[in-house]
């Protein structure tokens, strides 16, 4: 088979929805250890553009990771995303894409980033290799064990953060690490229970795991994960450490951004009935999207008033 006949059948915005490019707004999370550092009194280099220029690579390099993985997963997945409401209009599984040339595709973009990891830092090539690993265990049986899928996510998101520090050679504090982890959890049980409650309830619950999950539970552990957030959170701005480090103890004036935007999510999940896709909510909502600029904002106005 020639390379043009493969790709054939895929049209160029069928590969693009392939790659899922709205997701690739997880990759930010890579970013996060350059944010703090710029403001870290304890770290022994200097932050300047080449950093900021590692780090947009190394967001390149998950992007491609990512993207490979996915098509991994619609090609697993094809059978039961055809049985989905939405998720049957993927293009691998409408057949829009053959299976080999998203099989090849994927080899190379995993390539691609893997081999780009390298070549920004070894440790970091380690980082991405384990969590190329952990999410091939994700799709190939994990994703169908109730809570160890959720739990997978969530890890995921703390070696997309840890990788960000490795690339630039700086550490990142342990409550960071939680507070990713934490908020990972709880933005995957906001989607398992729109999963659970509103595609249910329209006759498209597809996801094996599901069938585990009850609705009560999902709800208590979402309470847990949103309150265990805000509090890991608010201990990590004012703890002794962290003052040390950042020479100031205004970092606790960004709490109240973060309570907005999971008070917000929460509004969304159970009053809009939203939750199924939080890279789009997280792109589209305007008040969240304000309550993320102004964090950010309130962040480097601190770190450049001392």
């Known amino acids: 088979m020639t390379l043009p006949a493969v790709f054939r059948i895929g049209a160029l915005a069928d590969w693009w929805r392939a790659l899922r490019p709205a997701q690739w707004s997880k990759n930010a999370v890579v970013a996060a250890a350059f944010l703090f550092a710029m403001g870290d009194r304890s770290q022994a280099i200097r932050l300047t553009a080449h950093e900021l220029g590692v780090v947009s690579l190394a967001v390149l390099a998950f992007c491609l990771v ?29 057949g829009r894409i053959t299976v080999p040339a998203a099989g090849m595709v994927a080899v190379l973009l995993l390539a ?6 390298w070549w920004l830092a070894p440790a970091f090539a380690q980082v991405i290799g384990a969590y ?30 840890m990788a960000g520090a490795v690339v630039i050679g700086v550490t990142i504090s342990p409550w960071l690490l939680l507070c990713a982890f934490l908020l990972a959890l709880f933005l995957a049980l906001c989607k398992r229970r729109h999963e659970k409650v509103v595609l249910a309830d329209d006759g498209g619950e597809t996801r094996a795991a599901l069938v585990r999950y009850d609705a009560h539970l999902l709800d208590q552990l979402i309470a847990i994960c949103s309150a265990a957030t805000i509090v890991c959170y ?9 003052i040390r480090k950042f020479g100031t103890q205004a970092l606790g004036f960004t709490i109240p951004f973060v309570i907005f935007g999971i008070f917000r999510y929460l509004d969304l999940v159970y009053r809009h009935r939203k939750g199924d896709r939080p890279e789009m909510i997280l792109l589209r909502d305007l008040p969240l999207l304000v309550d993320l600029a102004a964090y950010g904002g309130v962040i480097l106005w601190i770190f450049l008033a001392r």
């Open 132 to 161: 190329i690993l952990l999410q091939t265990v994700y799709t190939l049986g994990l994703k169908h064990v109730a809570l160890v899928d959720i739990l997978v996510i969530a890890t995921g998101f703390v070696l997309r953060a």
């Open 234 to 242: 608010a201990i990590y701005t004012l703890w002794p450490d962290t």
């Open 66 to 94: 990512s993207s490979g993985i996915y098509l991994f997963n619609d090609i697993r997945d094809r059978e039961a995303d055809r049985q989905h409401p939405d998720k049957q209009n993927r293009p691998i599984a409408a």
């Open 112 to 117: 691609a980033g893997t081999g780009l990891a």
